[in-house]
């Protein structure tokens, strides 16, 4: 497999109303910049949301941008195929100990190689550890909405700083009514503001992606929820050579 680079960006200026910017060219700014940034590297993750307080309900939160890298964490194995716990907490440790932040059951890390329970029990296993849960970002997007649920709210609860989301990928030509419940249904039944949504789009492998008119739906339902689109950089090779 191909080597990732996980990278938050904080070059982006804010982009609000207020400098006439619509939603829809805030989208494609997060989407196209991605190919003139960084061209040739597999994944690359952009973060443009803003650090003002943001009330939702009776709480009021702030968003906060998770800064530095984040290394795509390769899950090890054992033998009998399951998960090599201690290696696994030890490289995660390695990785921060390099100012690493940690995203976790991603595409380099196999997570659709590992059940729901598996990819709990790590996360589980990682905060018993003594990782730092605002330092990781876990993947929880799933074929299942429920897996997807419960992983998500696992996350928050421990107090990750964010969740990496597939969109339901095994049905191809998925309409973008589909994958709008889907996002939204998640959201209402995890059901707490602390969530911060990182949309994962990476057409190459899941051939389901994300596009700026989703996005352009999903901002009034998940503002300040959805902080970040993940793009892979494939994607933008492969247009380019259509184009």
Known sequence: MKGSVGLMTNEFPELNRERGVSRREFVQTIIVSGAALLPGISDVIFAAH???PTKMGSREIMNRRIRGALAPVVTPFQADLSPDRRRFIAHCKWLLSQ?????????????????MEERAMLLEELVAAGVDPSRMVPGTGCCSIMETIKLTAQAVEHGCAGVLMLPPFYYK???EEGLY??????VQRV???RLKIYLYHIPPV???????GLVERLLPLLFPLLVLVTVAMLFFARRAQVS
């Open 50 to 52: 803003s650090s003002t």
């Open 181 to 186: 419940r889907y996002f939204s249904e998640v």
């Open 206 to 212: 899941a051939v389901v992606g994300i596009t700026t």
């Open 191 to 193: 059901g707490d503001a």
């Open 99 to 115: 100012n690493c932040g940690l995203a976790v059951f991603g595409t380099n890390s196999e997570a659709n190689s590992l059940s």
């Open 173 to 175: 030509d998925v309409g």
